[in-house]
Structure formats: structure tokens, C-alpha cells
């Protein structure tokens, strides 16, 4: 289709285009009428005047803000005391020959030409394909794009693969609560969502594939705050043959090339990122992601750093000794003697690296314990029976046993990231159908009941909710 991007026409005049979009404003002055037309490239403005003939006229004349049109006509410049500066194609306009009504529209609950800060979060939910019709929006998902794009490219250099894992699957111990699927056919039993693709990624290392990573959808059903969601996207990576210094330094690598392709107005504090022990970081910021930036007014300063040096264990409120971050972590190697004897568990540290920006965690990861005694012994320490242990974990330390790569890797928060790249205040800002901050789909109303029937074929009963 001959179709002419509205911002590409600054340097087209004199030339006819066939523009689509939106209806962004309507100027009546009596004699003229004046639309601002919007499309994903930008927004221009369109002329109907005296040469456009009565029927045009009167056509323009209905058209009001969010209808949608195709007009053709020509490109011209402004007079130079015409030229709106606010606006890229503001030098030119476009004179109006002819004009096509696709469609209507109601009249928006908002405005979607303002940044829609100030319109509250319940509307913009509920109508959240109309809040992605403003130009920040349409700016968030194009970084996003862009971000994700990069990533791909960049990491398809390296060698690595991007692969799908499941979303039906058994719940992972992340630390948080599952979101679990009933089966039909096997009732009374359930497959959990991913909290993240931990033990896939794992298994594809066993598989050969050394380096694997994934654009993924990672579910936990937690209470949900500001950086929080139910559903979120990690950048899941995994490589074979590595040791912790290999994957902090590719990461930080794809970190720095990312920034400097993506947000090229965006300035890296230092390079290399700064590193610091937990302890050191407890220590000096009484936090494990301290905001190192120099000026924290400056919105494009972005200070990176790395934590390490982590305690694996920590004690439960009831006695025990839990992990504090990934179970399949492995120990830095001067303490593995320690985990395999049990020894000193308040001791032992982990290989787990932690990637901090201005004071927000962006990413995490390990090297993992590659043997099934190592891993063994983690759920040993945490207190699982030999049965818990092979019921939840069999499958792990079955393939662990045949011939696992050492092998290590990382998981970004994605939404966090691309936060933080556009200087928004929260990750709703960045995902394209965000749930509410109350965990609900306003724009698809849910969660929602089911049918009578759905029920029935899954045996499932409702108890009457609590008061
Ligand atoms: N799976 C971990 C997480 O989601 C990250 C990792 O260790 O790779 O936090």
C-alpha cells in the first residue's frame, strides 16, 4: 500500500501523500479548518480551505478528536512565520484533497493527547487501549522494542539461542506464592506458573545447548507494589563453562552497549561498574542496591554496580535455615567443603551476583551447583526429608547426574530496566496491559468468574468466599 508515514513528510514537500491516522485536534476558523492527524511516526497538520471544494469542506467540518481517517493532498511548506516549532513536522503542512472517514469515534473518558499523568490509574486501566494512544506511551513500547531488539541481537553474537520454556509447569522455588493452573484430566492435580524459567534453563545446559536465553514471562502471586507485578518479563540467560567473573562480564557488557544504542542522552557513572561485597554494602547503605549516583537530580545519570559475596543461608522465623536467594545456586568454591560437611551454614557464601541501578535491583543471578550432591545438600540444610527432597526435586538431581555442565547465568527484570531507561515512575508505565495495582485486568475484567460447566469439568467446588 502507497502510504506516506506522517513523520517522514518534512523533507517531501511539493509532493502528494496519502496520510492515515488519527484525529489528534480540530481548529474550525471558519474560512479553514485546521486537523492535527496522528499516526505511530508523529503528527502533522491538515488544511481544508476554499480550494478544497464545498463537499470536502463540509466533510472535514463533522470530523472530531479520535476519528479516523485517510487524506490525501499536498505537501507544503509553511510560510516562515507559520511554522510551528513544537512539532518535527511543524515547517510543513499538508493541504487537503480529498478525505476518507474509516471511522468514528465516541468521545474519549481522557484526554490521549496529554502524558495522562494526571488521569487516574482506574480509567487509564479500563481504557487502557485508548492510554497507549499517547505519544509517551507509544514512546515506552518503542524503547521497550528497541531494548529487546538490541538484547537479541546482541546475544545472537555471542552464540546463544533464544528458547521457549513452558508456562505449564511445577512450581519453582523462588520465594513467592505460585500461580497454579487445575488440571482436567488429572483432577486434584495443578501445574504452577513459572516464577521464573530457573530449572528449564538448567536442564538446557544438561541438554548441551551451553548458551541458552529467553525473553521471558515470569509469574508470581505476590501483593503487588509499584515495581511489582503479577506477571513480569525477565531477560533469563544461561551459559555453560563459565565462572562468576564470565557472566558479570558479558552482562555488563550488553549493559553498557544496550544504554549506549538505546538511550544515547543516558550517561554511565562508571565504568567498569563499581563492585561491592553484601557486607560492604549493608555496611555503607544499610541496603543490598544503594543509589550511587553522584547527582540524584540528574535524570539521565544511570550508576550501575554489582553485589556480591552474598550469604547463601539465612535463618527462618522458625529456627531453620532457608537460601536468600536461588537454592540452585552453588557456593563461591572455598566454601564448598563447608556446604557438602554442613558445617558454618551461617558461613558460607554464595556465588550470587546481584546488578543494582540507582538504587534499584535490575538483575540477578549464579553460578548453580552442577553436581546432585552439592544441590542435595542445599535442601538438606533447609531441613526437606529425603522424600520432599525427590518429590520436588528428583527430576534436578536425576539430570545433574548425567554429565551436567558447570554452568551459571543471570535474570534481569526487563520492565525494571526499561523504567528506569524512560525515567517513569513505576513499571505500568512500561508494560504494554499492566494489571492494576490491586493485581486486576480492569480493560478485560479480570479475574472473573466461570461457567457452572468449566467447573464442573475441572472438579472444582467454590466454597463460599470468606467475609
Ligand atoms: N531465576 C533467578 C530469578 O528469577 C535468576 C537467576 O538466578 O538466573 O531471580
Redesign the pocket.
Known amino acids: 500500500m502507497l502510504r506516506t508515514w506522517i513523520g517522514d513528510i518534512v523533507d517531501q514537500s511539493g509532493k502528494e501523500a496519502d496520510l492515515f491516522g488519527w484525529v489528534d485536534n480540530r481548529r474550525d476558523h471558519g474560512k479553514i479548518i485546521f486537523i492535527d492527524l496522528r499516526d505511530k511516526s508523529g503528527i502533522c497538520q491538515v488544511v481544508f480551505g476554499p480550494w478544497s471544494g464545498k463537499e470536502l469542506y463540509e466533510q472535514a467540518q463533522k470530523l472530531r478528536n479520535e476519528w479516523v481517517i485517510k487524506v490525501s493532498g499536498l505537501i507544503k511548506e509553511r510560510p516562515e512565520n507559520m511554522v510551528n516549532k513544537n512539532i518535527p513536522t511543524g515547517t510543513v503542512e499538508v493541504e487537503a484533497k480529498s478525505l476518507e472517514i474509516l471511522n468514528s469515534s465516541l468521545t474519549p473518558p481522557f484526554e490521549v493527547t496529554t502524558d495522562g499523568h494526571d488521569v487516574g490509574e482506574e480509567i487509564r486501566m479500563k481504557y487502557r487501549y485508548l492510554d497507549l494512544r499517547r505519544p509517551r506511551m507509544q514512546l515506552n513500547l518503542n524503547l521497550r522494542h528497541r531494548v529487546v531488539k538490541f538484547i537479541r541481537d546482541f546475544l545472537n553474537e555471542y552464540k546463544f539461542i533464544e528458547v521457549e520454556t513452558p508456562a505449564l509447569t511445577k512450581s ?1 522455588p ?1 520465594g513467592a506464592r505460585d500461580y497454579v493452573v487445575p488440571s482436567r484430566l488429572y483432577p486434584g492435580k495443578f501445574f504452577a506458573l513459572p ?4 530449572q528449564y ?1 538448567q536442564l538446557l545446559m544438561v541438554a548441551g545447548v551451553e548458551r541458552y536465553f529467553q525473553i521471558a514471562r ?1 509469574f508470581r502471586d505476590e501483593d503487588t507494589r509499584g515495581d511489582r507485578q503479577p506477571e513480569f518479563t ?1 531477560l ?3 551459559m555453560s563453562f563459565v565462572e562468576r567473573e564470565d557472566v558479570m562480564e558479558l552482562n555488563e557488557r550488553l549493559l553498557i552497549d544496550l544504554v549506549k544504542n538505546c538511550t544515547p542522552e543516558k550517561k554511565i557513572q562508571q565504568i567498569p561498574f563499581p563492585r561491592m561485597t553484601y557486607k560492604e554494602s549493608m555496611d555503607k547503605y544499610g541496603t543490598d542496591r544503594p543509589d550511587l549516583r553522584e547527582d540524584k537530580n540528574d535524570p539521565n545519570l544511570l550508576a550501575f554496580c554489582w553485589i556480591i559475596d552474598f550469604p547463601f543461608f539465612e535463618k527462618t522465623d522458625e529456627g531453620g535455615w532457608t537460601f536468600t ?2 537454592p ?2 552453588a557456593p563461591r568454591p572455598e566454601f564448598m567443603d563447608m556446604l557438602l560437611k554442613k558445617e558454618n551454614i551461617a558461613d558460607i557464601l554464595t556465588t ?1 551476583y546481584d546488578v543494582a541501578l540507582n538504587g534499584f535491583e535490575i ?4 553460578i ?1 551447583s552442577h553436581t546432585p550432591e552439592a544441590l542435595k545438600k542445599v535442601f538438606e540444610i533447609m531441613g526437606f526429608s529425603e522424600d520432599r527432597i525427590v518429590k520436588n526435586f528428583g527430576h534436578m538431581l536425576e539430570a545433574l547426574g548425567y554429565g551436567a555442565p558447570p554452568h551459571g ?3 534481569w527484570g526487563l520492565d525494571r530496566l526499561v523504567t528506569l531507561l524512560s525515567n517513569e515512575p513505576n513499571i505500568r508505565e512500561v508494560i504494554a496491559f499492566p494489571k492494576t495495582g490491586d493485581a486486576r485486568d480492569l480493560m478485560m475484567d479480570a479475574p472473573s468468574e466461570l461457567e457452572k460447566k468449566q467447573l464442573e469439568e475441572l472438579n472444582i467446588e467454590i466454597k463460599k468466599p470468606k467475609k
Do not use: M, V, Y
Not at 516464577?195 to 530457573?198: A, F, T, V, W
Not at 538483575?363 to 549464579?366: A, D, Q
Open positions: 519453582t523462588e516464577q521464573s524459567p530457573q534453563k515470569c525477565q533469563d540467560l544461561e536467594h536461588n540452585f545456586s550470587q538483575g540477578g543471578g549464579s548453580r547465568g543471570i535474570a
